[in-house]
Each structure stands twice: as C-alpha cells, then as structure tokens.
T-cell receptor
Framework: SQKIEQNSEALNIQEGKTATLTCNYTNYSPAYLQWYRQDPGRGPVFLLLIRENEKEKRKERLKVTFDTTLKQSLFHITASQPADSATYLCALDRAAAGNKLTFGGGTRVLVKP | NAGVTQTPKFQVLKTGQSMTLQCAQDMNHNSMYWYRQDPGMGLRLIYYSASEGTTDKGEVPNGYNVSRLNKREFSLRLESAAPSQTSVYFC??????????????FGPGTRLLVL
C-alpha cells in the first residue's frame, strides 16, 4: 500500500542550528511534493513545493530536496528560531488523482532559545 | 480576503445527533476539500469537490455527506454522529486551473467531540 512516513518524534533543536526533517514514501510516483507548516490550533499553511524534476528548492531559510530514487524529501530550516517551532507536514500528489494530496503525519519541531 | 472560513469552531455532540460543518472560501477557487486530522494519523481526505456541481469520495468517506452549494461553499454533514468521528475537521480549497501543482489553502478547523 502507499505510505508516507515522517518522524513522529519531536525534534528538539537549539536556536541557530539547522533542523532537518525527513519525508519518506513508498509505492508512490509523485509528480510533486509539498511542505506545510501547522501551528497548534490552526490549519496547515503552505511553505514550499518541489517538482519531480527538481533536486532542490529554497525559500529564505528553508530548503527542500527531493530524491525520487531514494523516495525521500528532506526539509531544512537553517539558522532556526523559536518562531519556527511548529509541526511540519509533507504531502504528495497521487498519480492520476487530480489535485488531491496525501499527507504524512507530520514532525513537531521545538526550537529552544 | 478572509481566505477559507469554517463554522463552528467547536462542537460537542451526543452519539446519534446530526450536524453540518460549514466552509466558505472567497478566493474564487474551483476545488474544495474536507479533511479530518487525528493524533498520529495526519490529514485524511473525507470528500472533495473538483468543481462546482461535482463531489467525490476521498479516503475516509463513511458516515459523512457533502454538498457543494455553490462555488464558494462546501458543507460536510454527519447524519448520525459516532464517537469515532471525534476529530478536528479542516476545509481547504485550491485554484485547480488544470495543472497538478496545486497548493491548498486551509481553514482554521472545527473541533468536534462526540460523546
């Protein structure tokens, strides 16, 4: 069956360091992968999208990589700040499924000052 | 723009009661979605509407019905609530102009507790 896995354990990191989150998938051939941020009690907010033919995408302090051979995406937050504390979700499209996304369970990040 | 709005924010139901969750978007988006989010399960798609006048089942549609009232509004109905439907429900929308690379915009969620 199709599966998306994100580390369910919270990632505790010191302010200023780089946080690296992993999204692994099986039995998918996604055309693109998205990352969302979710704060407690709120809906997810889109951060970045990377297409299957792109290796890397950056936006300010965020960087996403996409390795379709390893079936993995890495999400990096450089120079992390306490305001980056949130849960980060990856989402993939499903082949021939139009605009529907399938989400991973998310990884909680806690940046300590 | 308000984006995606949902009502109510919080609801407590008894088993067997019915209710409708309301969702509206003011971004002129074609597609709308209903998800539920449970601890450790991520977001799971309940129903979606690719365009006005169409609806389709998602991953977990049992126990729910939907109505795409117009382009702006997409409601989710629980006909006979069960404790297993205790969850946080999110509505989302996307432009869906035909390309597959669509980002979704989410509402603030409705927290539902079924006793």
């Amino acid at each position: 069956s199709q599966k998306i896995e994100q580390n369910s354990e919270a990632l505790n990191i010191q302010e200023g360091k780089t946080a690296t989150l992993t999204c692994n998938y099986t039995n998918y051939s996604p055309a693109y992968l998205q990352w969302y941020r979710q704060d407690p009690g709120r809906g997810p907010v889109f951060l970045l999208l990377i297409r299957e033919n792109e290796k890397e995408k950056r936006k300010e302090r965020l960087k996403v990589t996409f390795d379709t051979t390893l079936k993995q995406s890495l999400f990096h937050i450089t120079a992390s700040q306490p305001a980056d504390s949130a849960t980060y979700l990856c989402a993939l499209d499903r082949a021939a499924a139009g605009n529907k996304l399938t989400f991973g369970g998310g990884t909680r990040v806690l940046v300590k000052p | 723009n308000a984006g995606v709005t949902q009502t109510p924010k919080f609801q407590v139901l008894k088993t067997g009661q019915s209710m409708t969750l309301q969702c509206a978007q003011d971004m002129n988006h074609n597609s709308m979605y209903w998800y539920r989010q449970d601890p450790g399960m991520g977001l799971r798609l309940i129903y979606y509407s690719a365009s006005e006048g169409t609806t389709d089942k998602g991953e977990v549609p049992n126990g729910y019905n939907v109505s795409r009232l117009n382009k702006r509004e997409f409601s989710l109905r629980l006909e006979s609530a069960a404790p297993s439907q205790t969850s946080v429900y999110f509505c989302a929308s996307s432009e869906a102009t035909g390309g597959r690379w669509e980002t979704q915009y989410f509402g603030p969620g409705t927290r539902l507790l079924v006793l």
